[in-house]
């Protein structure tokens, strides 16, 4: 088969992070309905992982001065 590992790892690169953030949410919403008091620091972090995630992006972007969709040059 042409590349079928290479693909695997592929579409773990592109979509691990984002399955993790999004399933780290929802345990953090459900927690805040479900668990009480705790549930609610839980949610705090867990929810507010996906904010921490595009303001680290954001910060990356801007100190890189690269576009967000370029891949950054190597030197010589």
Known sequence: MHGSSDR???WI???GAPILLAAATIVGLLAALLWGVVG???AWVTVGAPVLVVAWA???CRTEKIGPFS???RGP
């Open 8 to 10: 695997s790892q592929l």
């Open 13 to 15: 690169r592109v979509f």
């Open 40 to 42: 609610q620091y839980v």
């Open 58 to 60: 954001w910060v990356r």
């Open 71 to 73: 891949r950054p040059t």
